[in-house]
């Protein structure tokens, strides 16, 4: 095992998800955890959850503009 792909503890993920239910800090976060973290695990969530954003933006994009013609 890898020094960067130990296991992330609950501690962790707990204090994650705090800084994730703050807005504003959420998105700096979820940058933090995509490109900035050691864990193998963890920057795959932040990847994923940046996806995911990208994903709903798009489509709500997409949602809105048909729907105002």
Known sequence: MKFGDQVVSVKKWL?????????????????????????????????ASLLLIGIILIATLIIAFLGSS
């Open 15 to 47: 204090l994650y998800l705090i800084l994730l239910a703050i807005p504003g800090v959420n998105i700096v976060t979820i940058f933090v955890l995509a490109f900035g973290n050691k864990n193998e695990t963890v920057r795959n969530y932040g990847k």
